[in-house]
């Protein structure tokens, strides 16, 4: 039970520093915390997480690049 208990402690931390999330609101780009990760619903690549520069919850997509 403790390996599978750090095994996904490590597969969701490659999840939060892998690429970024896009706000579907403003568009921002951005890492979120592990904790963000942890506690937001999902759909594949899609996370329903608060974004930090408007503030509003939204489905925001996971994107490669910041460009």
């Not at 759909?43 to 925001?60: A, I």
């Amino acid at each position: 039970f403790i390996p599978a208990i750090i095994g996904f402690a490590f597969a969701m931390k490659i999840e939060q520093v892998a690429g970024y999330y896009e706000c579907k609101e403003c568009g921002h780009k951005y890492v979120p915390t592990f904790k963000a990760i942890n506690l937001s619903p999902h759909m594949g690549r899609t996370r329903y997480m608060k974004c930090p520069n408007c503030g509003k919850k939204s489905w925001n997509k996971k994107v490669l690049t910041k460009d």
